[in-house]
């Protein structure tokens, strides 16, 4: 043949699955007599599960911290949120506030490890199973109050709204390798507190 023959290669399916588990309540109070209100709670559990190391043909290097653990990266295991809104009696004024909260994401340090022969590359080695430590729980608290009022034939709506009313700093993610002189460093934390002023017109 005028080409090389590609060399044989055999694919198999890894033993491998991950499962997810969760039970939320919510309840709503819908608008009367000047107010509502919605609550919510959720608890999650998504853990990945590995028959054997042996199996693991991407990577086995963490299987054994992995197994039965944390499945993503980014998994709270409980979440909260309040939202409410009140209308005073005069004025047409709302006031209304929601607040978001969640279980910190995980943390998971790794370590380099030499570079591997056969392959040419270094593996990310954890060093605890997954989601033994945890970053910061969330917590934020948004604000708003508004008034309406009539221009003519123009209906318009004043507003101020409050981000991160209390202004916390909570440190959302962290530099995870430990070989690097940046280990631990924070690289990312919640947006400070803003407040922003709008008006909105319908004609």
């Known amino acids: 043949l005028p080409f090389t023959i590609p060399s044989p290669s055999l694919l198999v399916n890894q033993a491998f699955h991950r499962s997810f588990n969760g039970f939320e309540i919510a309840a709503t109070k819908r608008m009367s007599n000047r107010w509502m209100l ?17 199996h693991a043909f991407v990577d086995p290097t963490n299987v054994a911290f992995s197994d039965g653990r944390d499945a993503l990266a980014q998994n709270a295991r409980w979440v909260g949120k309040l939202a409410g ?5 005069w004025q047409d004024i709302n006031l209304s506030g ?6 910190g994401f995980p943390f998971n340090p790794t370590v380099q490890s030499p570079v591997r022969r056969g392959v040419g590359t270094r593996a990310n080695v ?3 199973p997954v989601g033994t430590r945890r970053l910061d729980n969330f917590y934020q608290l948004d604000l708003a109050a ?14 101020v709204a409050v981000f991160n009313a209390l202004n916390r700093n909570t440190v959302l993610a962290r530099a995870g390798n430990f070989s690097a002189a940046t280990a631990n460093n924070v690289t990312e934390i919640l947006a400070p507190r803003v407040v922003r002023f709008g008006i909105r017109l319908r004609f």
């Open 146 to 159: 508004s008034k309406a009022f009539r221009i003519d034939r123009v209906r318009a709506t004043a507003d």
């Open 85 to 89: 809104l009140y209308s005073l009696p």
């Open 98 to 103: 929601t607040l978001n909260t969640r279980e």
């Open 126 to 128: 954890l060093i605890e």
């Open 38 to 54: 919605n609550a919510s709670i959720a608890l999650n559990a998504a853990t990945s599960h590995w028959e054997d190391g042996e």
